[in-house]
């Protein structure tokens, strides 16, 4: 069984940075793509970013391109989320995803 944890939440200021890491165990990063899907207050759950298992191929949604980057390191099992420039928009809780396998997410606020 897959189980995800994530972790690297918290406050943030406005056009500050931030790091979030997603944790596999029970399976490799070699096998499983995986989704960072984010949920703001009011609003349904998002995809925010994603990294292909095989090619790492990434994909962003439009409010996140160009400040937010996916990475991997296949020998730790981990998913980084390096978020950039962020905006109070971004608030929200953050989770990974692989195969249908949930974290139980990491919340990040920005805010003053």
């Known amino acids: 069984q897959l189980v995800l944890v994530e972790s690297g939440g918290g406050l943030v200021e406005p056009g500050g940075s931030q790091r979030l890491v997603c944790r596999l165990t029970?399976?490799?990063?070699?096998?499983?793509?995986i989704g960072w899907f984010r949920q703001s207050s009011g609003k349904e759950r998002e995809g925010v970013s994603a990294?292909?298992?095989?090619?790492?191929?990434?994909f962003y949604s439009e409010s996140v391109q160009g400040r937010f980057t996916i990475s991997k390191d296949t020998r730790k099992n981990m998913v980084y989320l390096e978020m950039n420039s962020l905006e109070p928009e971004d608030t929200g809780f953050y989770y990974c995803?692989?195969?249908?396998?949930w974290g139980q997410g990491t919340q990040v606020t920005v805010s003053l």
């Open positions: 990294i292909h298992a095989a090619t790492g191929r990434t």
């Open positions: 995803n692989a195969v249908g396998y």
């Open positions: 029970g399976g490799s990063l070699d096998f499983y793509d």
